[in-house]
């Protein structure tokens, strides 16, 4: 039972070129992320979103920007790709727990983008 | 911002060998959280520690935290093949997740 759907887990485009990575999650959760992982790094916060129509940058949005038009779904933006973006991109999705007053991730199976 | 460290970078046993991971992070928090990547995909939540917490268990897991010394550990005991990982821990203030860069594990048969 797949929650987070990555649409792409393997992408090649060349330096310029727009690229969308989209990400559909089907638990009805408020919040979504989208996160790049590089090797040593760790996971590193590009954007998210709390709600729809809205979003925050994190700590790494330059060159990209994001779009969130329903609820379930959000939309990684590369407007014009570039070798140091070649990365794992990973969307996530949460709901607020009050109860434990925590969110806690529940991650899509990423994609791999390669800027040649 | 990355905050968690996690210690050691890699840790290689033999399968039924427990492991032991640790992760040191900087600033207050609300809770800890610890997640799995097996290669190449996405994490997965395991465990989530309380700052009022000091320990917590989930089957073959155990989670300590340690808010002054402002660290935790994950132990996995009698560890099998597909344990073989990396484990992430992300701290949390508010809203925020904060991640550290993880520790591969790998189990030998």
């Known amino acids: 039972d797949v929650k987070v759907t990555q649409s792409s887990r393997y992408l090649v485009k060349r330096t310029g070129e727009k690229v969308f990575l989209e990400c559909v999650q089907d638990?009805?959760?408020?919040?979504m992320f989208w996160y790049r992982q590089d090797p040593g790094l760790g996971l590193r916060l590009i954007y998210f979103?709390?709600?729809?129509?809205?979003?925050e940058k994190g700590d790494i949005p330059e060159g990209y920007s994001v779009s969130r038009e329903k609820k379930e779904r959000f939309s990684l933006i590369l407007e014009s790709a570039s070798t140091n973006q070649t990365s794992m991109y990973l969307c996530?999705?949460?709901?607020?727990?009050?109860?434990?007053?925590?969110?806690?991730?529940?991650f899509g199976a990423g994609s791999r983008l390669t800027v040649l | 911002s990355q905050q968690g460290e996690e210690d050691p970078q890699a840790l290689s046993i033999q399968e039924g060998e427990n492991a032991t991971m640790n992760c040191s992070y900087k600033?207050?928090?609300?809770?800890l959280q610890w997640y799995r990547q097996n290669s190449g995909r996405g994490l997965v939540h395991l465990i989530l520690?309380?700052?009022n917490e000091r320990e917590k268990h989930s089957g073959r897991l155990r989670v300590t935290l340690d808010t002054s010394k402002k660290s935790s550990s994950l132990l996995i005991t009698a560890s099998r093949a597909a344990d073989t990982a990396s484990y992430f821990c992300?701290?949390?203030?508010?809203?925020?997740?904060?991640w550290g860069a993880g520790t591969k594990l790998i189990i030998k048969p």
């Open positions: 992300a701290t949390a203030f508010n809203y925020q997740l904060i």
């Open positions: 600033t207050s928090i609300n809770n």
């Open positions: 520690i309380r700052s």
């Open positions: 638990m009805d959760h408020e919040n």
């Open positions: 979103s709390y709600d729809v129509k809205m979003k």
């Open positions: 996530a999705s949460s709901l607020w727990d009050r109860v434990v007053g925590a969110n806690v991730l529940t």
